[in-house]
Protein backbone atom coordinates (compact mmCIF):
# COMPACT_ATOMS: atom_id res chain seq x y z
CA UNK A 1 0.00 0.00 0.00
CA UNK A 2 2.54 2.68 -1.28
CA UNK A 3 1.11 6.18 -1.58
CA UNK A 4 0.20 7.62 -4.99
CA UNK A 5 3.48 9.87 -5.68
CA UNK A 6 2.26 13.61 -6.22
CA UNK A 7 4.72 16.70 -6.40
CA UNK A 8 5.15 18.62 -2.93
CA UNK A 9 4.04 21.95 -4.31
CA UNK A 10 2.61 23.80 -6.91
CA UNK A 11 2.31 27.51 -7.64
CA UNK A 12 0.41 29.99 -9.78
CA UNK A 13 -0.79 33.47 -10.33
CA UNK A 14 -4.56 34.37 -10.28
CA UNK A 15 -6.08 33.59 -13.56
CA UNK A 16 -3.67 30.88 -14.37
CA UNK A 17 -3.97 27.16 -14.92
CA UNK A 18 -2.01 24.50 -12.86
CA UNK A 19 -1.54 20.76 -13.34
CA UNK A 20 -1.11 18.76 -10.20
CA UNK A 21 0.13 15.03 -10.96
CA UNK A 22 -0.73 12.05 -9.13
CA UNK A 23 1.69 8.72 -10.31
CA UNK A 24 0.52 5.42 -9.22
CA UNK A 25 0.86 1.67 -10.61
CA UNK A 26 -1.34 -0.54 -12.29
CA UNK A 27 -2.60 -1.90 -9.54
CA UNK A 28 -4.24 1.15 -8.46
CA UNK A 29 -4.68 4.60 -10.53
CA UNK A 30 -4.28 2.65 -14.00
CA UNK A 31 -5.83 -0.27 -13.48
CA UNK A 32 -9.16 1.28 -12.37
CA UNK A 33 -11.80 4.72 -13.09
CA UNK A 34 -11.90 5.37 -8.85
CA UNK A 35 -9.48 8.35 -8.50
CA UNK A 36 -10.97 10.93 -6.46
CA UNK A 37 -9.44 14.38 -5.26
CA UNK A 38 -9.68 16.43 -2.37
CA UNK A 39 -9.16 19.95 -1.28
CA UNK A 40 -8.02 20.81 2.43
CA UNK A 41 -7.65 24.38 3.67
CA UNK A 42 -5.44 24.60 6.46
CA UNK A 43 -7.57 23.31 9.85
CA UNK A 44 -10.67 22.57 7.38
CA UNK A 45 -11.82 19.44 7.20
CA UNK A 46 -10.90 17.53 3.51
CA UNK A 47 -13.36 18.26 0.63
CA UNK A 48 -13.95 16.03 -2.64
CA UNK A 49 -13.35 17.84 -5.65
CA UNK A 50 -13.46 15.28 -8.23
CA UNK A 51 -14.28 11.76 -8.09
CA UNK A 52 -13.97 8.37 -10.56
CA UNK A 53 -11.01 10.48 -12.47
CA UNK A 54 -13.14 13.41 -13.95
CA UNK A 55 -16.46 13.94 -11.97
CA UNK A 56 -17.56 17.25 -10.19
CA UNK A 57 -19.54 16.62 -7.18
CA UNK A 58 -22.93 19.04 -7.39
CA UNK A 59 -21.35 22.93 -5.86
CA UNK A 60 -17.84 22.19 -7.25
CA UNK A 61 -16.53 25.08 -9.54
CA UNK A 62 -15.89 23.65 -13.09
CA UNK A 63 -12.31 25.70 -12.61
CA UNK A 64 -11.92 22.22 -11.57
CA UNK A 65 -11.23 19.09 -13.93
CA UNK A 66 -9.78 15.30 -13.67
CA UNK A 67 -8.72 13.28 -16.18
CA UNK A 68 -6.21 10.09 -16.40
CA UNK A 69 -3.45 8.55 -18.55
CA UNK A 70 -2.06 5.68 -17.63
CA UNK A 71 -0.82 5.09 -14.46
CA UNK A 72 -0.90 8.97 -14.03
CA UNK A 73 -4.36 11.02 -13.07
CA UNK A 74 -4.24 15.08 -13.21
CA UNK A 75 -6.07 17.91 -11.29
CA UNK A 76 -6.21 20.96 -13.10
CA UNK A 77 -7.35 24.25 -11.89
CA UNK A 78 -8.14 26.64 -14.26
CA UNK A 79 -8.70 30.64 -13.67
CA UNK A 80 -6.73 29.83 -10.44
CA UNK A 81 -8.10 32.29 -7.47
CA UNK A 82 -6.65 32.97 -4.07
CA UNK A 83 -9.14 30.78 -2.23
CA UNK A 84 -7.36 28.11 -4.24
CA UNK A 85 -5.00 27.94 -2.12
CA UNK A 86 -4.75 24.60 -0.46
CA UNK A 87 -3.63 21.26 -0.01
CA UNK A 88 -4.90 19.05 -2.84
CA UNK A 89 -5.05 14.99 -2.06
CA UNK A 90 -5.29 12.63 -4.69
CA UNK A 91 -7.08 9.13 -4.00
CA UNK A 92 -7.44 5.79 -5.85
CA UNK A 93 -9.04 1.93 -5.52
CA UNK A 94 -6.76 -0.57 -5.41
CA UNK A 95 -6.70 -4.12 -6.60
CA UNK A 96 -6.28 -5.06 -3.03
CA UNK A 97 -9.63 -3.93 -2.47
CA UNK A 98 -8.15 -1.04 -0.33
CA UNK A 99 -7.88 2.76 -0.94
CA UNK A 100 -4.88 4.77 -1.28
CA UNK A 101 -4.11 8.57 -0.78
CA UNK A 102 -1.47 10.39 -2.28
CA UNK A 103 0.82 12.43 -0.37
CA UNK A 104 -0.68 15.79 -0.63
CA UNK A 105 -0.07 18.89 -2.75
CA UNK A 106 0.45 22.38 -1.53
CA UNK A 107 -0.66 24.62 -4.29
CA UNK A 108 0.20 28.48 -3.37
CA UNK A 109 -1.30 31.22 -5.01
CA UNK A 110 0.87 34.07 -5.53
CA UNK B 1 -28.14 18.14 5.56
CA UNK B 2 -26.38 15.16 5.33
CA UNK B 3 -23.64 15.01 8.85
CA UNK B 4 -21.69 13.28 10.58
CA UNK B 5 -20.31 13.90 14.09
CA UNK B 6 -16.89 12.11 15.38
CA UNK B 7 -16.66 11.64 19.30
CA UNK B 8 -14.57 9.16 21.54
CA UNK B 9 -10.83 10.91 20.77
CA UNK B 10 -8.64 11.97 23.84
CA UNK B 11 -4.95 10.79 25.35
CA UNK B 12 -3.78 7.24 25.81
CA UNK B 13 -0.99 5.38 26.65
CA UNK B 14 0.87 3.58 23.98
CA UNK B 15 -0.91 -0.09 24.22
CA UNK B 16 -3.94 1.03 25.49
CA UNK B 17 -7.29 1.27 23.76
CA UNK B 18 -9.87 3.85 22.52
CA UNK B 19 -13.26 3.11 20.60
CA UNK B 20 -14.72 5.97 17.87
CA UNK B 21 -18.07 6.98 16.96
CA UNK B 22 -19.13 8.62 14.41
CA UNK B 23 -23.02 9.57 14.45
CA UNK B 24 -24.59 9.82 11.24
CA UNK B 25 -27.53 12.35 10.17
CA UNK B 26 -29.42 13.78 7.17
CA UNK B 27 -28.91 10.54 5.22
CA UNK B 28 -30.29 6.97 4.90
CA UNK B 29 -26.79 5.41 6.80
CA UNK B 30 -27.75 1.95 5.92
CA UNK B 31 -27.34 2.64 1.67
CA UNK B 32 -23.81 3.71 2.34
CA UNK B 33 -20.36 2.07 2.79
CA UNK B 34 -18.68 4.25 5.29
CA UNK B 35 -14.81 4.56 6.25
CA UNK B 36 -12.46 5.86 8.38
CA UNK B 37 -9.10 8.19 7.22
CA UNK B 38 -6.68 9.73 9.79
CA UNK B 39 -4.23 12.56 9.51
CA UNK B 40 -0.88 12.44 11.47
CA UNK B 41 -0.05 16.28 12.68
CA UNK B 42 1.21 17.99 9.63
CA UNK B 43 1.14 15.16 7.55
CA UNK B 44 -0.69 14.06 4.56
CA UNK B 45 -4.42 11.92 4.63
CA UNK B 46 -3.94 8.23 4.87
CA UNK B 47 -6.85 5.84 4.88
CA UNK B 48 -7.65 3.50 7.57
CA UNK B 49 -10.52 1.48 6.77
CA UNK B 50 -13.84 0.96 5.36
CA UNK B 51 -17.59 -1.14 5.85
CA UNK B 52 -20.42 -2.19 3.75
CA UNK B 53 -23.93 -1.36 3.70
CA UNK B 54 -24.19 -4.41 5.64
CA UNK B 55 -20.90 -5.10 7.09
CA UNK B 56 -20.17 -8.35 5.34
CA UNK B 57 -17.46 -6.18 3.22
CA UNK B 58 -14.33 -5.01 5.50
CA UNK B 59 -11.18 -3.51 4.53
CA UNK B 60 -8.08 -2.15 6.46
CA UNK B 61 -4.66 -0.38 5.97
CA UNK B 62 -2.10 -3.02 6.49
CA UNK B 63 -0.51 -0.34 9.28
CA UNK B 64 -3.88 -1.16 11.70
CA UNK B 65 -4.87 -4.98 10.40
CA UNK B 66 -4.92 -6.99 13.32
CA UNK B 67 -5.44 -4.20 15.90
CA UNK B 68 -8.37 -1.80 14.67
CA UNK B 69 -11.95 -3.22 13.96
CA UNK B 70 -14.12 -1.56 11.92
CA UNK B 71 -17.88 -1.94 12.75
CA UNK B 72 -21.43 -0.03 12.07
CA UNK B 73 -25.06 0.15 13.68
CA UNK B 74 -27.51 0.75 11.29
CA UNK B 75 -30.30 1.23 13.78
CA UNK B 76 -28.67 4.08 15.58
CA UNK B 77 -27.15 5.37 12.56
CA UNK B 78 -23.53 5.07 13.99
CA UNK B 79 -19.89 3.75 12.79
CA UNK B 80 -17.22 3.05 14.85
CA UNK B 81 -13.97 2.07 14.86
CA UNK B 82 -12.06 0.24 17.78
CA UNK B 83 -8.63 1.08 18.11
CA UNK B 84 -6.13 -1.72 20.66
CA UNK B 85 -3.01 -1.76 21.04
CA UNK B 86 -2.04 1.93 20.34
CA UNK B 87 1.16 3.33 19.15
CA UNK B 88 2.59 6.42 18.99
CA UNK B 89 2.38 6.93 15.26
CA UNK B 90 -1.36 6.09 15.78
CA UNK B 91 -1.74 9.90 17.00
CA UNK B 92 -4.22 11.71 14.28
CA UNK B 93 -7.04 13.03 13.73
CA UNK B 94 -9.77 10.41 12.73
CA UNK B 95 -11.85 11.30 10.30
CA UNK B 96 -15.22 9.60 9.39
CA UNK B 97 -16.41 10.04 6.00
CA UNK B 98 -19.68 9.10 3.75
CA UNK B 99 -17.89 6.75 0.78
CA UNK B 100 -19.45 6.41 -2.89
CA UNK B 101 -17.96 4.87 -5.77
CA UNK B 102 -14.79 4.52 -3.68
CA UNK B 103 -14.60 8.28 -2.84
CA UNK B 104 -15.80 10.58 0.76
CA UNK B 105 -17.98 12.83 1.02
CA UNK B 106 -18.89 14.40 3.25
CA UNK B 107 -16.16 14.15 6.44
CA UNK B 108 -16.92 14.66 9.93
CA UNK B 109 -15.33 17.48 11.42
CA UNK B 110 -12.59 15.16 12.91
CA UNK B 111 -12.09 13.42 16.78
CA UNK B 112 -7.81 13.68 17.38
CA UNK B 113 -6.08 10.85 19.32
CA UNK B 114 -3.12 11.36 20.93
CA UNK B 115 -1.02 8.29 21.65
CA UNK B 116 1.75 9.20 24.75
CA UNK B 117 2.99 8.07 28.16
Known amino acids: QSALTQPASVSGSPGQSITISCTGT?????????VSWYQQHPGKVPKLMIF???NRPSGVSNRFSGSKSGNTASLTISGLQAEDEADYYC??????????FGGGTKLTVL | QVQLVESGGGLVEPGGSLRLSCAAS????????MGWIRQAPGKGLEWVSY????????YYADSVKGRFTISRDNAKNSLYLQMNSLRAEDTAVYYC??????????WGQGTLVTVSS
Open chain 2, 97 to 106: ARERVSSFDP
Open chain 2, 26 to 33: GFTFSDYY
Open chain 2, 51 to 58: ISTSATII
Open chain 1, 26 to 34: SSDVGGYNY
Open chain 1, 52 to 54: EVS
Open chain 1, 91 to 100: SSYTSSRTLV
